[in-house]
């Protein structure tokens, strides 16, 4: 990933960003000059036939703007479907397996494969996509490269399941995208006795001079009790200006999507930090970030539609919510400890036998990326919740949960 200068758009984008732009301001001045940044955020990624994830750019691989671990290769999706197999094995036959977020489908593929391999295929293999283009991109490619049989086991939901289920929730890459609120604390006295907290403003879009811009507002009380909860779990108040973000939904979310689990597991990979680390002194703007053909920067109003926005996952939040919704915590550790307890060696042991001399050296590569701490091993995270079942041996490497 490198730092600016963003390569230019083509003129064709440039003209589908003024697009969303002019939708953008049509909701300012509705609202009255501003709309919240998590507003903004919303309509940027989401907006339908115009935002980055429901329009036509390519966003994953060398082509696009980022990679995520399953379209490295094939090693991430199959040790997660080894992880995730004696789970499915427990519920029995009518186990579903409900994916958030399908990206281009790589990750449906490998995993419903080495399943089919593991003798633990769902009943159903369900992929929740909020993106029309996103699931077509899904459809083709699964129809392409799984047998029939394997095919007819998966569809495309538009909402969670509405009824009592068993099975597993499955997201990598996911709450990262969530559209999240960004806040500043003005005005405190953190360094006297007395910890004087600031008041909490939340930061939203307007038009000045014609151009979008971050502008302060008095946050409201269910942002400003959020940020109030995080001080208190730091047990010091945030310091005149500290601007970060906070996901006070994630509770909702959780419960929307996993609410009818009845008996399963939830299993969430993603880049982020114990609470403790999120909201460090240091760390004084937050992590929002941005990411245009893999520059990576700290811009999100930059040609809205055509870059990916995202922040990190506070996976203490995440912890408090899966256990809020009902279920109990299995695990937390990083990607590569994960990768290794589930599968990598059985995986490794297969490139070595692999005779093409270009594609042991592409597998052995994608194994790297995953797994060293410079590149995603440490930074992705993995964080697991069960409820009547067991992850049995998922979660025993490399256990991260004293820092939550
Ligand atoms: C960064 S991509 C990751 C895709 C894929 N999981 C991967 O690893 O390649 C984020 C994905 O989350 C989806 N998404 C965003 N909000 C969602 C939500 N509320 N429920 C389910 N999926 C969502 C996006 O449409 C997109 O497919």
């Known amino acids: 990933m490198t730092a600016s200068p963003l390569p230019d758009p083509a003129p064709e984008a440039l003209a589908h960003s003024a697009r969303l732009q002019e939708l953008l301001r049509a909701q300012i001045d509705e609202a009255g000059g501003a709309i919240s940044f998590a507003r903004f ?14 329009a036509g750019a390519s966003k994953f691989g060398a082509e696009g703007d980022f990679i995520t671990a399953p379209e490295l290769g094939p090693v991430f999706a199959a040790c997660v479907a080894e992880a995730i197999a004696p789970v499915l094995q427990q519920i029995g036959p009518h ?21 089919l391999e593991l003798d633990a295929l769902p009943d ?6 909020p993106s029309a283009q996103l699931r077509e991109r899904q459809r083709e490619r699964l129809q392409q490269r799984l047998v029939p049989p394997v095919f007819d086991l998966v569809e495309w939901l538009d909402r969670p399941f509405d009824d009592d ?9 996911v709450i990262d995208a969530l559209p999240i609120s960004r806040f500043a604390i003005e005005g405190g006295d953190a360094a006297s006795d007395g910890q004087q907290p600031g008041e909490v403003l939340e930061e939203h879009v307007a038009v000045e001079d014609g151009r979008l811009v971050r502008v302060l507002r ?7 009790n959020a940020v109030r909860f995080i001080e208190k779990r730091l047990e010091r108040p945030l310091p005149d200006g500290y601007r970060s973000e906070v996901l006070p939904q994630l509770p909702y979310w959780i419960q929307a999507v996993a609410g009818g689990l009845q008996r399963g597991a939830m299993l969430f990979v993603d ?3 114990p609470r403790q680390e999120f909201y460090l002194p240091g760390r004084d703007d937050g992590t929002l970030r941005a990411y245009y053909r893999h520059h990576v920067h700290d811009d999100p109003l930059v040609w809205p539609g055509l870059q990916d926005i995202t922040a990190s996952v506070d996976f203490t939040a995440l912890a408090e919510a899966g256990v809020a919704a009902g279920f109990d915590f299995a695990g937390y550790c990083s990607q590569a400890s994960f990768l290794m307890g589930n599968g990598m060696a059985h995986v490794l042991s297969r490139i070595e036998k692999i005779k093409d001399e270009a594609e042991r050296q592409r597998r052995s590569n994608e194994v790297k990326r995953l797994t060293l701490p410079s590149e995603m091993g440490e930074r992705f995270q ?10 049995g041996i998922a979660f ?3 256990d991260l949960s004293h820092r939550l």
């Open 218 to 224: 008095p946050a409201d009380t269910f942002l400003a």
């Open 41 to 54: 955020m919303e309509l940027a990624l989401y907006a339908p036939g115009l935002g980055y994830y429901s």
């Open 165 to 173: 289920w068993d099975g597993v929730v499955f997201a990598n890459e």
């Open 271 to 273: 880049y982020g930090y």
């Open 124 to 129: 159903r293999y369900c992929i929740l996509e």
């Open 382 to 391: 993995v964080m697991g919740f069960q409820k009547d079942v067991e992850f």
């Open 95 to 115: 186990a579903r397996l409900l994916e958030l977020g399908g990206g281009t489908g790589a990750f449906a593929e490998v995993a419903l494969k080495r399943l």
């Open 396 to 398: 025993l490497a490399g």
